[in-house]
């Protein structure tokens, strides 16, 4: 079982920046894939991004997958060693104003990842994150 404890979040202008990150517990983070997902009022939960496990076992590349309307302007990556998931927004806009979701789902095949909210079996507290015009 892994726990997901998000921060990060906060009040940012349009066209500004913000990193969110997500800490997990346990000793297997590595294999387990980890997706970010938003809930703005009144909206369902939305896919936002996610990342694989290792690609193989020779490397800690992961593969990455992004909604469309955040390609290209959010980043998602983690950091095995420190049990982190981390969400680079760039470009914000008022549209991307949500509670944000850190999500995870034990899987330990090689290049693992999820992008549906019905596949994640961990969820964290969320984070606000609010972006004015």
């Known amino acids: 079982q892994v726990q997901l404890v998000e921060s990060g979040g906060g009040l940012v202008q349009a066209g500004g920046s913000l990193r969110l990150s997500c800490a997990a517990s346990?000793?297997?983070?590595?294999?387990?894939?980890m997706g970010w997902f938003r809930q703005a009022p009144g909206k369902e939960r939305e896919f936002v991004a996610a990342?694989?496990?290792?690609?193989?076992?020779?490397?800690?590349?992961?593969?990455?997958y992004y909604a469309e309307s955040v390609k290209g302007r959010f980043t998602i990556s983690r950091d095995n060693a420190k049990n982190l998931v981390y969400l680079q927004m760039n470009s914000l806009k008022p549209e991307d104003t949500a509670v944000y979701y850190c999500?995870?789902?034990?899987?330990?095949?090689?290049?693992?990842?999820?992008?549906?909210?019905?596949?994640?079996?961990?969820w964290g507290q969320g984070t606000q994150v609010t972006v004015s015009s």
């Open positions: 999500a995870a789902d034990y899987c330990p095949l090689y290049g693992c990842y999820r992008t549906t909210r019905s596949e994640y079996d961990y």
């Open positions: 346990g000793r297997t983070f590595s294999s387990y894939a």
């Open positions: 990342i694989s496990t290792s690609i193989s076992a020779s490397t800690s590349i992961s593969k990455v």
